[in-house]
């Protein structure tokens, strides 16, 4: 990441091809009719500040009101100043973020263990637990999910101790537009919410 994302901030031509990447990205999600909840930042591209940046511009065409913070719980201290400087730069721009996401590290592999875990001490603030359920046979989704383990935490989720354990911490749960009220804001004046 480090080598090519130098080059995020010198060349003017690869951050024309930035922006044409992420613009397309933003366009092709607004094709399928469904109203945009959050920007799924969860690769440490997305902390870059050239890429967050061309996110927050090229997003508010797209009526973006949130964004997804990877801030691990309990995840690597070198992105801690990284993700500090997105905190702050989301703050500015006026949009929703989580507090903390915590499944990242643990990708297509979040089992009961891993979420009673979680839940049992889940960090003040806003907590998104971060997996990939689904159903189907063994075939991987894509090439980059082949370890992952998705009709497994698709039973995890459904199983009754996990839903005792979500309802034990007594919190809100949604979408991010159900947990920062964002339909009843306008784009740009989002209040973020206690939870």
């Not at 913070?69 to 997105?86: D, F, N, Q, V, Y």
Request: charged share 20%; proline share 5%.
């Amino acid at each position: 990441m480090f080598a090519n994302g130098v080059h995020f901030f010198f060349l003017r031509d690869i951050r024309r091809q930035l922006a044409h990447e992420i613009r397309a990205q933003f366009g092709a999600f607004a094709a399928t009719g469904l109203r945009l909840d959050h920007v799924n930042a969860h690769k440490h591209f997305h902390l870059h500040p050239t890429v967050l940046s061309l996110m927050l511009d090229i997003g508010k065409d797209f009526g973006m009101q949130a964004i997804r913070l990877p801030r691990e719980w309990h995840g690597s201290p070198w992105l801690a100043p990284w993700t500090h400087l997105m905190r702050r730069r989301l703050d500015r721009a006026g949009i929703a973020y989580n507090d903390w996401v915590a499944g990242i590290a643990a990708t297509g592999n979040m089992n009961e263990d891993r979420f009673l875990a979680l839940l049992a001490r889940p960090p003040e603030g806003v907590l998104e637990l971060y997996c990939h359920p689904a159903t189907g046979d063994d075939a991987p989704i894509s090439l980059s999910m082949k370890t992952y383990r998705h009709a497994d935490e698709l039973a995890a989720l459904c199983l009754p101790r996990v839903a005792q354990a979500i309802a034990a911490t007594g919190a809100m749960h949604g979408a991010f537009t159900d947990v920062f009220g964002i339909e009843s804001h306008e784009a740009g004046n989002v209040t973020r919410l206690p939870v």
